[in-house]
Nanobody
Framework: VQLQASGGGLVQAGGSLRLSCAAS????????MGWFRQAPGKEREFIAT????????YYADAVKGRFTVSRDNAEKTGYLQMNSLKPEDTAVYYC?????????????????????WGQGTQVTVSS
């Protein structure tokens, strides 16, 4: 599976952006799509994840209430809507996929748990 992330850019604090992650190639019937970010000099940080079939979501505390993850099954595209952006949200944002045999109720928020990655898209929030 190939993932193409897009939608990053420069925005003022308090603004919004919507990132997209388009999946192509061989896809899976059940998987999680996760979103991560990495700021310069920092480790890759979990943001949110969504189950592709049912649309259940899980968020990191740092973005809860400001970011919303969603997906369009027909378009094989995931989205990360980011509102009330802060300068500390500045980072390269990545989408990733973890195929699963079934949805067990577990959540996956470690980068090591995801098998396929997009190339990343830069988000810069100015103060």
């Amino acid at each position: 599976v190939q993932l193409q992330a897009s939608g990053g850019g420069l925005v003022q604090a308090g603004g919004s952006l919507r990132l997209s992650c388009a999946a192509s190639g061989s896809t899976f019937s059940r998987y999680y799509m996760g979103w991560f970010r990495q700021a310069p000099g920092k480790e890759r940080e979990f943001i949110a994840t969504i189950t592709w079939s049912g649309g259940s979501t899980y968020y990191a505390d740092a973005v809860k209430g400001r970011f919303t993850v969603s997906r369009d099954n027909a378009e094989k595209t995931g989205y990360l809507q980011m509102n009330s952006l802060k300068p500390e949200d500045t980072a390269v944002y990545y989408c990733a996929v973890r195929p699963v045999a079934c949805y067990s109720g577990s959540w996956y928020y470690s980068a090591a748990q995801y098998d396929y990655w997009g190339q990343g898209t830069q988000v810069t929030v100015s103060s």
